[in-house]
């Protein structure tokens, strides 16, 4: 079931690595789970400074395969809301980046020097970025 997901105040929230508030700031996870928060959904938390890509890509597998994430299979509808995995500036099948599908091709997330922004999941600049969707199941 989609809904429409408000998030127009997140934009411009700056990046803060392991930043949890839309006050001060927000790293990537932060903005899906308050994304998510939005939505009426619990997550769950972990933590992970933004350059330990190694931790950020083995929390992201273990929690993927556990029972909290299906994948969503090629051809099939993106929910909205869903995990979008991606890997930045890493080689191929690394996770180290996360953002949220919020519908009509769009999907939300946070950078370093431009902090919260929507960008298309279709932009040749993301295509190659993007390892997967996820559907929270809890």
């Not at 929690?63 to 969503?72: F, G, L, P």
């Not at 279709?122 to 929270?136: C, D, L, M, N, V």
């Amino acid at each position: 079931m989609s809904k429409e997901i408000q998030y127009a105040d997140l934009i411009g929230v700056p990046f803060k690595n392991l930043g949890r508030d839309v006050k001060s700031g927000l790293d990537c996870y932060g903005l899906v789970v308050e994304i998510y928060r939005r939505c009426g959904k619990e997550i769950g938390e972990y933590y992970s400074d933004c350059s330990d890509k190694a931790r950020i890509n083995a929390i992201l597998r273990r929690e993927v395969a556990t029972t909290k994430w299906r994948r969503i299979a090629e051809g099939e509808t993106l929910p909205v809301p869903c995990l979008v995995a991606l890997r930045f500036n890493s080689l191929p099948g690394v996770v180290n980046h996360t953002g949220v599908y919020i519908g009509n091709g769009r999907f939300i997330h946070t950078r370093e020097k431009i902090g919260c922004c929507v960008d298309s999941i279709t932009s040749i600049a993301w295509q190659k970025q993007i390892e997967g969707f996820y559907e929270f199941v809890g």
